[in-house]
Every structure is written in C-alpha cells, then in structure tokens.
C-alpha cells in the first residue's frame, strides 16, 4: 500500500522518534497527523511541512482527544495508517530499593498505562476508524506499527515498570495482527534499542559515547530517522505482519 493519497496519525509525533517519522511519511507522499501535547512543537513541525501535515492536540489516554485526532486525519484524506510512538514518562526503582521499602505502585501503574494501556487505546479507535475504509485490490485497509524496547527483552536493574510496558506491547502485537486482519489491518512492533533522541542528547557527548560503545555495529546510538525509514518500509509492505523488530544494532542491554 503506497503512502501517497494516505494519512497517518503519529503519536507522539512532535519529538524524538515520532518526528522522524512524520517527517519520513512526507517524504514518502503521505499525509500525518502530529498527535502529540506539545502545542509548540507539534505546530511549529505542522507549519514547517506544509499542508499534508496537522497538528492534534492528543491525550492517548483519552477516548474523546484520540478520536478528535482521527477526525482531523479524515480531514486530510483516506486515513489507513497509525503510528504509536508517545513516550514521556517513566519510573526507575529497584522492586526493593536500598532502605528495605518496596517501589512505588503509582509509578509502575502510570507506566504502564502510558506505554501500555495509551498504545492499546490508540490501537482500537484507530482500527476502528481505519475498518471503514475501502480495501485495495488485496484486500488491505492499512496498517499499525506499535513502539516497544529491547527493554522488553532485556531489561535493566530498575526497569521493572517500563519493561513490563513495553513486553506488554510486544505481546500485543501477534495478537492484535490475528484479530484485524479479517478487516485488512495489518500490526507490526519496533523495538528500538538505544536512539540518539533530544532527550537522549542532554546527557551529554561522554555518555553518548559511552552508551554507543555498547552497540556492535554501527558502534553508536541509532538516528531517529532510521526508525522513520523503518516506519515507511513496514506501512508499505504487505507482508510485514503480526512481527516485533529490533532496531538496535544487535546491542543487548546488560544488568545495568
């Protein structure tokens, strides 16, 4: 299914990986909706591209923000494709932590409400949207490609939380595929490992290097715009279904 005459909608689509990938769908003749809370950022990327691009101030826990955000992607054309890549909060606590207290429930819940429980609520109105559109000559109506993390694998001391988010992602993934693909809606997971994002930046060069030293090849942090190319190809290829993609450079998260 070519993107050209097609929207997406990205959440998370004013910063990092979603950026990237709003900015690669463009490239690629599509139309996207920047579905993010970051009114600045989201307008300001909206303006820059033109008029195949929307903003949508998008709350992914919310029914009413996800389907206003849909509204505006049938605004732009024949909606087919979602693109799940909100991020922004997360917790890091060892399950018992040094003074002998157990890790906060609140924490762990707003995690995986977030990566998990936001994904999923944009996965089913979504679906559901997409449903009404026409098929093409194979029967395809469009795609989803969800965000998880070699985190979801491997996780590090301290990431209970976002590790049982994103290996809950993962595990949605053949199953979401199995069920919507009597309408033609195909679902596919990234699980990038370490990328080289705006937030990733203010570490600073020294730990940048550092942590590019733990990827075998290429030996650095990857570029949000692979994960964009990634994004394109996996929307644009039929087969691609029901699968979780590492994009990590066959890095593999140690202990700590």
């Known amino acids: ?29 599509g139309s996207a909706v920047v579905a993010d809370l970051n009114d600045e950022k989201g307008e300001k990327l909206a303006a820059e591209l033109g008029p195949s691009v929307r903003y949508a101030r998008t709350d992914v826990l919310d029914d ?15 909606f087919r494709f979602v693109v799940a890549a909100h991020g922004g909060f997360g917790v890091a606590q060892k399950i018992v932590q040094r003074d002998g207290s157990p890790a906060d429930m609140e924490g762990f819940r707003r995690t995986v409400d977030l990566y998990l429980g936001g994904t999923y609520n944009v996965l089913r109105l979504a679906a559901a949207a997409i449903a009404k559109a026409e098929p093409n000559e194979d029967g395809e ?8 993390s070699i985190a979801a694998f491997e996780g590090q001391i301290g ?23 009597s309408l033609g809606i195909r679902v596919v997971c990234v699980a990038p490992g370490t990328m080289r994002t705006p937030i990733m930046e203010s570490v600073g060069e020294e730990a940048l290097a550092k942590f590019g030293a ?32 590492r994009l990590d450079g066959a890095q593999r998260f140690q202990p700590r």
């Open 214 to 245: 733990t990827v075998p090849f290429p030996r650095r942090l990857g570029h949000p715009s692979e994960y964009g190319a990634l994004v394109v190809h996996i929307l644009t290829n039929p087969y691609l279904n029901g699968e979780t993609i």
């Open 159 to 181: 990431q209970s939380a976002y590790s049982a988010a994103k290996g809950g992602v993962v595990g949605l993934t053949l199953v979401a595929a199995r069920d919507l693909g």
């Open 141 to 148: 109506r469009g795609a989803v490609v969800t965000t998880a």
């Open 64 to 78: 009413e923000s996800v389907k206003a955000a849909i509204a505006v992607a049938g605004e732009l054309g024949t």
């Open 1 to 29: 299914m070519e993107l050209a005459g097609n929207v997406a909608l990205v959440t998370g689509g004013a910063g990092g990986l979603g950026e990237a990938t709003v900015r690669a769908i463009v490239a690629a003749g």
